[in-house]
């Protein structure tokens, strides 16, 4: 069994909106407060943090998290790679470098960014991290198993995950017919829907709803929200049977 944890369920500014003073930005609801999306995987023996964005200290701390076997990334751009350098606690109290798990294109950001941690002679206390290179193999961590979904982020390919019953996808506008064939099956899968307007990198509201009418899956979670994608009960009410939008704290078990 994999409980899963949704640490962020919203776009690259987070939800409220610097500045912003529209009726979600200003609920007074927690749903319509979104850090930027990521997700833990915990099974009986390991736990997977999936991206480590700006708001990793935080999702960290309001979810108890003591221990993460490995992070593993989507993509590199900065919402969902910023927070890698607060992998330093982990590395504390376990006495070991974390496992991370990127393709190239993501490395090679990681690298630029933090590059402090790969220099040879740096100073004690910096983050210490052992890179692994994915692509299109399965791979395992501990007793996890994930198969790699390559999606198209415009012109950006997006890793996803199918890890047992479960897919999980954000930052995507075009799936692939050979990569769609990996997400057929499951039984609950997380896709990116940004808002009820078009958008030219993320699948709008009325875009995800289509993909995922074409793949019968008993149970589906929206997240990589913006303010527009308007209130949270408003929105969860007018979706179909077993549709559902993501918030932050949310938690199942597949």
Same mark, same amino acid.
């Given at each position: 069994?994999?409980?899963?944890?949704?640490?962020?369920?919203?776009?690259?500014?987070?939800?409220?909106?610097?500045g912003?003073?529209?009726?979600?930005?200003?609920?007074?609801?927690? =749903?319509? /407060?979104r850090?930027?999306?990521?997700? =833990?995987?915990?099974? @009986?023996?390991?736990?997977?943090?999936?991206?480590?964005?700006?708001?990793?200290?935080?999702?960290?701390?309001?979810?108890?998290?003591?221990? %993460?076997?490995?992070?593993?990334f989507? *993509?590199?751009?900065?919402?969902?790679?910023?927070?890698?350098?607060? %992998? !330093?606690?982990?590395?504390?109290?376990?006495?070991?470098? #974390? @496992?991370?798990?990127?393709? @190239?294109?993501?490395?090679?950001?990681?690298? !630029?960014?933090?590059?402090?941690?790969?220099?040879?002679?740096?100073?004690?206390?910096l983050p210490?991290? %052992?890179? *692994?290179?994915?692509? /299109?193999?399965?791979?395992? %961590?501990?007793?996890i198993?994930?198969?790699?979904?390559?999606?198209?982020?415009?012109? #950006? +390919?997006?890793?996803g995950?199918?890890?047992?019953?479960?897919? $999980?996808?954000?930052?995507?506008?075009?799936?692939?017919?050979?990569? #769609?064939? /990996?997400?057929?099956?499951?039984?609950? &899968?997380?896709?990116? @829907?940004? !808002?009820?307007?078009?958008?030219?990198t993320h699948?709008?509201?009325?875009?995800?709803?289509? &993909?995922?009418?074409?793949?019968?899956? +008993?149970?589906? $979670?929206?997240? *990589?929200?913006?303010?527009?994608?308007?209130?949270?009960?408003e929105?969860?009410?007018?979706? +179909? =049977?077993?549709?559902?939008?993501? $918030?932050?704290?949310?938690?199942?078990?597949?």
């Amino acid at each position: 069994m994999l409980d899963i944890t949704i640490l962020g369920s919203g776009t690259s500014t987070g939800v409220p909106l610097i500045g912003c003073n529209c009726e979600v930005c200003t609920s007074d609801s927690p =749903k319509n /407060k979104r850090l930027r999306t990521s997700i =833990k995987i915990s099974s @009986a023996t390991t736990t997977v943090v999936i991206d480590t964005t700006p708001d990793f200290r935080y999702q960290m701390l309001r979810t108890n998290t003591t221990n %993460i076997d490995a992070v593993v990334f989507t *993509h590199p751009h900065r919402d969902h790679y910023a927070g890698l350098d607060d %992998i !330093r606690p982990f590395n504390y109290f376990s006495h070991k470098s #974390m @496992a991370v798990y990127a393709n @190239a294109l993501t490395q090679v950001a990681i690298k !630029r960014d933090f590059y402090y941690a790969f220099e040879k002679d740096k100073d004690a206390g910096l983050p210490e991290m %052992i890179l *692994h290179t994915i692509d /299109k193999d399965p791979f395992t %961590i501990g007793d996890i198993s994930f198969t790699p979904i390559q999606v198209m982020h415009r012109e #950006m +390919p997006v890793l996803g995950f199918r890890i047992g019953d479960f897919t $999980y996808i954000t930052d995507a506008n075009f799936i692939p017919e050979t990569e #769609m064939e /990996k997400i057929k099956g499951s039984k609950v &899968l997380i896709l990116n @829907a940004l !808002r009820k307007q078009t958008h030219p990198t993320h699948y709008n509201l009325e875009q995800a709803l289509a &993909l995922v009418s074409s793949l019968h899956i +008993p149970k589906v $979670y929206f997240t *990589h929200f913006s303010h527009q994608i308007g209130l949270h009960d408003e929105v969860e009410a007018s979706l +179909p =049977k077993g549709i559902h939008l993501a $918030y932050d704290g949310m938690q199942f078990s597949i």
